[in-house]
């Protein structure tokens, strides 16, 4: 779970996490989620939150208002692991509830 | 409480928000926040969300593990106001808890 992906283990993995893209010039990958309204936006957070604190793996997660913008990336591993891939998983699950 | 805060008004809170500074090229308040954990990170966030929602001022804040980083400024006045001032100060609170 926390060895670095290949390149085309991380390329096969994006083509499976619609809207998240590699950030340049560093090896973790973004997305930008927009809710209704801060309480939506708040409340995705903290089921991830709660996901994050389980899989002990967490985001790093900017939020304003309706938009939360996330980065993840497993800092041990430099790079990214089969924990990002989840974590990215998960969320796009919990932002559709 | 939505007005923008005179120069001397604004100087005047921030000697009383100990840790708050201006953000350089923008007319709002920032604050880095540590804490032991991502628990308490997120916890502090969710406390402050339930008042952020009360308030209806909302902060941009980044979050990465036990690190909090908060941007304060009310978008309609284009500048700070008492909301800011009001808000920074239940953040602080609701630090030490």
């Not at 893209?21 to 090896?27: A, H, I, T, W």
């Not at 994050?52 to 208002?65: I, M, S």
């Not at 430099?78 to 990215?88: F, H, I, M, R, S």
């Amino acid at each position: 779970m926390r060895d670095r992906l290949s390149p085309e283990a991380r390329a096969a993995a994006l083509e499976n996490l619609p809207g998240w893209s590699l950030v340049e010039g560093r090896e973790a990958i973004t997305k930008s989620y927009k809710f209704k309204s801060f309480s939506e936006a708040f409340g995705f957070m903290a089921r991830v939150a709660l996901e994050a604190e389980k899989l002990d793996h967490h985001p790093e997660w900017f939020n304003v208002y309706n938009r939360v913008e996330v980065v993840l990336a497993t800092h041990s591993a430099q790079g990214l692991t089969e924990l990002d891939v989840k974590l990215a998983g998960k969320m796009d699950l919990i932002a559709k509830l």
